[in-house]
């Protein structure tokens, strides 16, 4: 089996610039993740599949918002916040990597 590249684009312009550029060496090796955790700007998971679209990229967006936003109910402290966010990210990304 051929060897295959699982990237997470964030949404940010260092994500889209690194899956442009591994899309150009290893073309449809690449498969780009993006997690919808609920958290994101208005319009911006719609953004980023405009512009994976337009770069011919393989996106799978993960609907992710229930889970983050149930796990993040009632907690105030930003760090806390933070920290769970970070976690349920890496969880959900290996479960995508699968």
């Not at 312009?13 to 919808?36: G, Q, R, T, W």
Request: hydrophobic share 45%; proline share 1%; glycine share 6%.
């Amino acid at each position: 089996m051929k060897d295959q590249i699982i990237l997470g684009l964030s949404g940010g312009v260092d994500s889209l610039v690194a899956a442009v550029s591994l899309k150009m060496e290893y073309n449809d090796a690449l498969h780009c993740v993006f997690i919808d955790t609920g958290l994101m700007r208005k319009n911006e998971v719609e953004e980023i599949k405009h512009l994976a679209a337009e770069h011919h990229l393989n996106l799978t967006v993960i609907d992710a918002k229930e889970r983050f936003l149930s796990n993040l109910k009632g907690i105030t402290d930003p760090e806390e916040k933070r920290k769970i966010i970070g976690r349920e990210f890496i969880n959900v990304f290996k479960e995508a990597a699968k």
